[in-house]
């Protein structure tokens, strides 16, 4: 069996490969020419690299006629919310054209290939207190342009299913965190930050919004329902992977602060703070769990645990 990922080089692209690997499948992934490659350096000998740009529809085309996938893990995306505030109009591009090359290529090869698109909770956007836990039927009202452009994307994984028969699963994955997870991304900057006041930096945490509350997944079980969602679930139907826990912001950053011996100060810095917040993202699941079985098998700790020792790692080399 052939995967291709876009996106392979990133925090999830990444782990979604080793984890491929394991399961005996040959390995393809779309990289760009300014793609930082330490995520996949430990795994690229075993996998197979194709430059490509989503928001080119040739080399998209060239990609998926070149890999010929089986199954096709759609995640690489514009996909840091704050800088599609700085950045709509790319946000927009990159997310919702790209989706739709990708779409094409697919379509254009005739395969009948499966797709998984990588949607988010922030579809949800403004979800009210008595909406939570949120199930796949809630009204989508994104707070931000990358909101926007992943429901453009689910609604196009619909429609491409409608009206072309493709096959094409739509998961919405809520956050995410772990080893190699991006330091602008909250739990991994947190977890920089106390890294390298370790590390002898001045023993002072800058912070946004810590009242926002977030339910979080470790990457790890996060790829592993990718897969099973790509193997076991229904064409054009929303799933959302989620722990169905919500935390506050402020209690990741206090559990991170307990790991480490190191006395520390928290500051607000307004730079953090955005025009629009998420206040509160609780998910449902149960559909998603009943489709293919999934639980988690890794506990918010041993996540933060696994990110604080990766940054560790990091600020001594």
């Not at 795994?43 to 070149?66: G, P, W, Y």
């Not at 009204?139 to 609604?155: C, N």
């Not at 991170?256 to 998420?278: F, G, Y």
């Amino acid at each position: 069996m052939r995967a291709l990922i876009s996106g392979i080089s990133g925090f999830a692209g990444s782990h979604l490969a080793e984890l491929l690997l394991r399961e005996g499948y040959e390995v393809y992934g779309t990289i760009r020419c300014r793609s930082r490659m330490e995520n996949i350096e430990h795994i690229k000998k075993d996998i197979h690299l194709i430059e490509a740009d989503l928001r080119d529809s040739l080399s998209m085309n060239l990609a998926v006629a070149q890999s010929k996938p089986d199954y096709v893990f759609h995640l690489a995306a514009q996909s840091y919310v704050p800088m599609s505030w700085v950045a709509p109009s790319d946000t927009i591009e990159t997310n919702v054209v790209g989706t739709i090359n990708l779409f094409e290529a697919v379509r254009k090869l005739g395969m009948g290939t499966k797709v998984q698109f990588a949607g988010s909770s922030e579809e949800y956007g403004m979800v009210l207190p008595f909406e939570c836990p949120i199930i796949e039927d809630n009204a989508l009202k994104p707070l931000s342009t990358y909101g926007v452009s992943k429901v453009a994307g689910d609604r196009l994984s619909y429609q491409y299913v409608k009206s072309y028969g493709m096959r094409i699963i739509i998961t919405r994955a809520f956050n995410h965190s772990g080893p190699r997870r991006g330091e602008c991304f909250v739990t991994s900057n947190f977890a920089k930050q106390i890294a390298e006041i370790e590390n002898g930096a001045e023993p002072i945490i800058s912070v946004g919004n810590l009242n926002a509350h977030r339910d979080f997944t470790d990457v790890r079980d996060m790829v592993r329902a990718y897969l099973l969602a790509i193997q076991k679930c229904q064409y054009g139907v929303p799933y959302n992977i989620c722990s169905g826990q919500s935390v506050s912001i402020r209690s990741v950053l206090a559990m991170l602060m307990s790991m480490s011996k190191t006395r520390i100060t928290i500051e607000e810095d307004a730079n953090r703070l955005r025009p629009s917040d998420v206040e509160l993202l609780q998910g449902d699941c149960t559909q998603f769990k009943k489709a293919t079985g999934w639980e988690r098998s890794y506990t918010l700790d041993e996540t933060l645990e696994d990110l604080l020792n990766y940054w560790r790692e990091r600020c001594k080399k």
